[in-house]
C-alpha cells in the first residue's frame, strides 16, 4: 500500500540553525500538508500546497517556514532560524484532490536545544 | 468549519464494539464528517468519512443521525491495537477551502484485554 515518507526520523539543531524537513507523498497525490503537533498539543495545520504554490497557511507558518516541492517526488519544510518553541513532531499529508482524506507521514521529531 | 465535540476518553473491552460520539450541531450541508485516529505519536491515520448516509469501510462504520448533529465511529471489534486518540472533524467541501484539517483533543479510546 504506498504511503507517506519522512526523513529524518529525528533532527536535533541548535536554535538559530536552518532545518529542512523531507517528505515524499504518495506518489499519485496532488495535494501536500506540512502539520505539527508541539507535545502534549493538538495537531496543528501549517500550510497547504498544490501546483507549486502554497494555497493555504496558518497564522503559524510565519516568513521563517518555507515549503518547496524540489522535484516531481519531494516536499519540503524550511525552518530559517530555528526557535526552542518549534521543538514538535511535524506531519507531511497527502491527497489525491482538494478535499480528498489526507494520508500523513510517520512524522519528524524536531528538537531544537 | 463547524466545532466538534467529544468525550475526552472511553474504555472498551477487547472484543466488543467501541462506539465513538461525536457533537457537530452546527455543521451545515455542505460539511462533510471525517475521523482519523493517532496510536500513540505516529501520524494521524485516515479511518473514514460521511456526508450523510451511513458509510462502512474494512476499519469502522460511520453512523450520521439524520438531522447531521452528531456521528458515532463504530469499531465493530476493538483490540488492543485499536488504542489510539480518536479525532472527529468536520470540514467544508469546496468553496475557498483547500483541504485544512482543524483537529481538536479528540477522544482517547482505551481497549482493554
Known amino acids: 500500500e504506498p504511503e507517506v515518507t519522512q526523513t529524518p526520523s529525528h533532527q536535533v539543531t541548535q536554535m538559530g540553525q536552518e532545518v529542512i524537513l523531507h517528505c515524499v507523498p504518495i506518489?499519485?497525490?496532488?495535494?501536500f500538508y506540512w502539520y505539527r503537533q508541539i507535545l502534549g498539543q493538538k495537531v496543528e495545520f501549517l500550510v497547504s500546497f498544490y501546483n507549486n504554490e502554497i494555497s493555504e497557511k496558518s497564522e503559524i507558518f510565519d516568513d521563517q517556514f518555507s515549503v518547496e516541492r524540489p522535484d516531481g517526488s519531494n516536499f519540503t519544510l524550511k525552518i530559517r532560524s530555528t526557535k526552542l518553541e518549534d521543538s514538535a513532531m511535524y506531519f507531511c499529508a497527502s491527497s489525491e484532490a482538494r478535499n480528498y482524506e489526507q494520508y500523513f507521514g510517520p512524522g519528524t521529531r524536531l528538537t531544537v536545544t | 468549519d463547524a466545532k466538534t465535540t467529544q468525550p475526552p476518553s472511553m474504555d472498551c473491552a477487547e472484543g466488543r464494539a467501541a462506539n465513538l460520539p461525536c457533537n457537530h450541531s452546527t455543521i451545515s450541508g455542505n460539511e462533510y464528517v471525517y475521523w482519523y485516529r493517532q496510536i500513540h505519536s505516529q501520524g494521524p491515520q485516515y479511518i473514514i468519512h460521511g456526508l450523510k448516509n451511513n458509510e462502512t469501510n474494512e476499519m469502522a462504520s460511520l453512523i450520521i443521525t439524520e438531522d447531521r448533529k452528531s456521528s458515532t465511529l463504530i469499531l465493530p471489534h476493538a483490540t488492543l491495537r485499536d488504542t489510539a486518540v480518536y479525532y472527529c472533524?468536520?470540514?467544508?467541501?469546496?468553496?475557498?477551502?483547500?483541504?485544512?484539517?482543524?483537529f481538536g483533543q479528540g477522544t482517547i479510546l482505551t481497549v482493554h484485554p
Open positions: 506518489s499519485n497525490h496532488l495535494y
Open positions: 472533524i468536520v470540514r467544508a467541501a469546496g468553496g475557498t477551502s483547500y483541504g485544512k484539517l482543524t
